[in-house]
């Protein structure tokens, strides 16, 4: 089960989410890297979520919370690492905090097209373009 980590006991888990979290900033163009993810987490801007089982850590997560132009609130899935997890049914808990914190919404902005097979709840809003910036430097 995913549940929220406690600001207090962020440091003596860090070392076992620091390779998940690896996995996927290593793999995609437009992750942040590890140290920002620690920066973020340890600063409490984003908040942390494992899945274990035992002392094994098989899923990561962190989210934020924007507020939007129409002053709603937004869950933000910022990094999301791990397979090991059902995440249709996982989400609830993530629901539930963002519900409590005043979200209407959920939004994943850095997902693969993969994870949209993982997470049926979700709608394809939009699409990232990305290109090289070619000409002199």
Not at 29 to 58: C, F, I, K, T
Not at 72 to 79: A, D
């Amino acid at each position: 089960m995913i549940y929220r980590v406690p600001p207090a006991e962020i440091a003596g888990i860090w070392n076992k989410c620091e390779p998940l979290f690896q996995q996927v900033c290593d793999r995609k163009v437009y992750a942040p890297n590890v140290e920002l993810v620690r920066q973020r987490v340890m600063s409490e801007a984003w908040v942390l979520w494992v899945s274990r089982d035992g002392d094994h850590v098989d899923a990561v997560m962190t989210t934020s919370i924007d507020v939007e132009r129409d002053d709603t609130k937004t869950l933000r899935v910022e990094v999301l690492s791990g397979g090991n997890v059902h995440w249709a049914s996982e989400m609830q808990h993530v629901y539930d905090y963002g519900r409590a914190h005043g979200c209407t919404r959920w939004c994943a902005p850095r997902a693969r097209p993969g994870w949209r097979k993982k997470l049926p709840m979700a709608r394809l809003v939009a699409v990232m373009l990305d290109g090289d910036i070619l000409g002199e430097k």
